[in-house]
């Protein structure tokens, strides 16, 4: 079945550093990659989506490119600030179903 | 425009015990999903409605959850009795008909004791 692999966490990174999530998924047809992010306390938010090969998604400095030939949807940042510490989600859709990854930490130090 | 509501926000209960969870989609959205997220999860779906009918419930544990979504729009979880296993945070989420992008609700914390 479709499934989506992350980077495990915690990834602890100093304010300005660069960012990236490793993200990989398996899925039959073309399915629609997304990134979601967790903030503490908070639901789950739309951070950015793609929705066919080659596309890129970005939002608030964050961006991720949808590479059909490695099945991937990496998200970087330039510049991460204390405010970006968060979990991440990488998400696949299929006919109608969000499939998630587990989940990356991101701890930002000042 | 307010976002997707969800009531309680915690729930401490024993095992054995029933609960209940409450969801209010966004307005105008159509489809409205359960997941629940297990710690240091990510969210897996439990059902889907569009509009007051259920049209993905595969993953629901049927002999102990069950989910109404009478007139379409607000829509109740119930676990009856709850288990250890349950304690999670269950998470409500709209979206228009059709639509790929879902938008969630803050979701119930639930621990069962």
């Known amino acids: 079945g479709d499934s989506v692999t992350q980077m495990e966490g915690p990834v602890t990174l100093s304010e300005e550093a660069f960012l990236t999530i490793n993200c990989t998924y398996t899925?039959?047809?073309?399915?629609?990659l997304f990134w979601y992010v967790q903030y503490p306390g908070e639901g789950l938010q739309l951070l950015l989506k793609?929705?066919?090969?080659?596309d890129k998604g970005s939002n608030k400095g964050f961006e991720a490119t949808y590479r059909k030939e490695t099945t991937s949807f990496h998200l970087e940042k330039g510049s991460v600030q204390v405010s970006d510490s968060a979990v991440y989600f990488c998400?696949?859709?299929?006919?109608?179903?969000?499939?998630f990854g587990q989940g990356t930490t991101l701890q930002v130090k000042p | 425009e307010a976002g997707v509501v969800q009531s309680p926000r915690y729930k401490i209960i024993e095992k054995k015990q029933p609960v209940a969870f409450w969801c209010n989609p966004i307005?105008?959205?159509?489809?409205l999903y359960w997941y629940r997220q297990n710690l240091g999860q990510g969210p897996e779906l439990l059902i889907r409605?569009?509009?007051?009918?259920?049209?993905?419930d595969s993953q629901l544990p049927k002999d102990r959850f069950s989910a109404e979504r009478l007139k379409g729009v607000d829509s109740t979880l119930k676990i009856q009795p709850a288990e250890l296993g349950d304690s999670a945070v269950y998470l409500c989420?709209?979206?228009?008909?059709?639509?790929?992008?879902?938008?969630f609700g803050p979701g119930t914390r639930l621990l069962v004791l």
């Open positions: 793609a929705t066919k090969a080659d």
């Open positions: 899925a039959t047809g073309y399915p629609s």
């Open positions: 998400a696949l859709s299929n006919t109608g179903k969000l499939i």
């Open positions: 307005s105008g959205h159509n489809t």
């Open positions: 409605y569009e509009n007051e009918e259920a049209v993905d």
């Open positions: 989420a709209s979206s228009l008909r059709g639509a790929e992008t879902q938008y």
